[in-house]
C-alpha cells in the first residue's frame, strides 16, 4: 500500500465556492469534489514541504462546538493558524445558540465578528438555520445527518492508498443510518465507487439520501447496496469503514446497541472476505473490542491515523475556498 502524495494526478478543475456553504457532500459536482480533493493534496504537500501558505491571512474562524471533538476542534484551528488566520472555540457554555438567543440572530451576531462559521452540533435542522441567516460562509464540521468534512478526508486517503476511485468497491459496516455513513455514500458515488453498507435491520441509511446516492451512481457509473449480510456487503471490499455503534447522544441505548451490532464486527473473519489488499478506515474515536477488533485497527490494513491526520488537509481546502479571496 502506497501512501506517496505524487499519486494525486486528478484533472485540475476551478472552483467557484467563495461566499458558500459547506453542508453537505451532495450539494456539489462529481467535478467540484475532485477539485477539492486536488486542493487538499495541494495543501498537503505544501505544508509537508514547510512552504508557507497564508491565503487567509488576516481571516477569523468562529467555530461553535455543542458536540465536544478532538480533530475536529483541533483540525480546524490549526488549519486556519497554517493558513495565515485565526480561529475562535465557542463551547456551548460559551454562547446561547436556540437557548438565551435564537439561531437566527445568533448568526447574525456572529457573521458580524468573523469570516466563516463552522459549527458541530446534533440536529441538521439547526446548521440550515444557521446558515440561512448568516451572512459568512457556514462549514458543517458534524450534524447527525451529515459529516462531510470527513468523508473528503476518507476520499483523500482511499485515492493516496488506491491511486484511483473507479473501480474500487467501498463497504460500511455498522448503523448505516449514520452521518459517516450517508456522507460516505454521497462521496463515493460522486467519485464513481461502488458502495455497500450491511447494517441491521431498522438502521438501514436515510431513505431519502439512499435515493440521491442511487440516482447518482446511474451518472457516474457506480452501485450502492444495501443488506443485512455485512459477509456479502464485504466480499470484494477494497475499502472497509465502520464507526461507533453508540454516538454522543445515544449513551442510553448503549447495551441494547451492543446486543443488534454485536454481528456487525469488523474483525479477521469478515475481512478475509474482502480484497486482499484492503484498506480499513475509522473516523476515530473506537472502542476496540466492539465495532472493530484490535487486530484489524492496529494491524497493516489499518490507514486511521493518515485518515486522522487528512482532516487537517481536507478542511484546509475547505477553508481556503470558503473563506479565500
Request: charged share 25%; hydrophobic share 40%; glycine share 8%.
Amino acid at each position: 500500500m502506497s501512501n506517496a502524495l505524487n499519486v494525486m494526478k486528478m484533472k485540475q478543475n476551478p472552483l467557484t465556492l467563495k461566499g458558500t456553504d459547506f453542508i453537505k457532500v451532495s450539494d456539489y459536482s462529481s467535478e467540484t469534489l475532485t477539485a477539492l480533493l486536488e486542493q487538499a493534496y495541494e495543501m498537503k504537500r505544501l505544508q509537508k514541504e514547510g512552504i508557507p501558505h497564508p491565503y487567509l491571512s488576516g481571516k477569523i474562524l468562529g467555530m461553535v462546538f455543542e458536540k465536544s471533538s478532538t480533530r475536529t476542534r483541533v483540525s480546524f484551528q490549526v488549519g486556519m493558524k497554517q493558513l495565515g488566520g485565526d480561529a475562535i472555540f465557542l463551547s456551548k457554555n460559551d454562547i446561547q445558540l436556540g437557548r438565551g438567543e435564537t439561531i437566527s440572530d445568533t448568526a447574525k451576531v456572529l457573521s458580524r465578528y468573523v469570516d466563516g462559521i463552522m459549527i458541530r452540533t446534533f440536529e441538521h435542522e439547526k446548521i440550515l438555520e444557521l446558515a440561512e441567516h448568516a451572512d459568512v460562509p457556514v462549514i458543517n464540521g458534524l450534524t447527525d445527518l451529515h459529516h462531510p468534512a470527513q468523508t473528503l478526508a476518507d476520499l483523500l486517503t482511499i485515492y493516496e492508498h488506491k491511486g484511483q476511485f473507479k473501480g474500487l468497491k467501498l463497504c460500511y459496516v455498522g448503523d448505516g443510518n449514520n452521518n459517516v455513513c450517508h456522507s460516505l455514500i454521497e462521496g463515493a458515488v460522486l467519485v464513481g465507487m461502488d458502495v455497500s453498507v450491511a447494517s441491521p435491520e431498522g438502521f438501514e441509511p436515510n431513505a431519502e439520501i439512499l435515493g440521491w446516492a442511487i440516482q447518482q451512481a446511474e451518472v457516474t457509473g457506480s452501485s450502492v447496496t444495501v443488506t443485512v449480510s455485512p459477509e456479502e456487503a464485504v466480499k470484494g471490499a477494497d475499502v472497509i469503514v465502520t464507526d461507533v455503534w453508540t454516538s454522543m447522544g445515544q449513551e442510553e441505548e448503549k447495551e441494547a446497541r451492543h446486543q443488534i451490532f454485536k454481528p456487525y464486527q469488523v474483525n479477521a473473519e469478515l475481512c478475509g472476505q474482502a480484497d486482499p489488499d484492503y484498506i480499513f478506515l475509522h473516523c476515530l474515536p473506537a472502542h476496540r473490542g466492539e465495532e472493530v477488533t484490535a487486530d484489524i485497527i492496529d494491524g497493516p490494513h489499518s490507514v486511521v491515523f493518515d485518515e486522522a491526520e487528512n482532516r487537517l488537509h481536507a478542511q484546509k481546502a475547505i477553508l481556503k475556498n470558503l473563506l479565500g479571496s
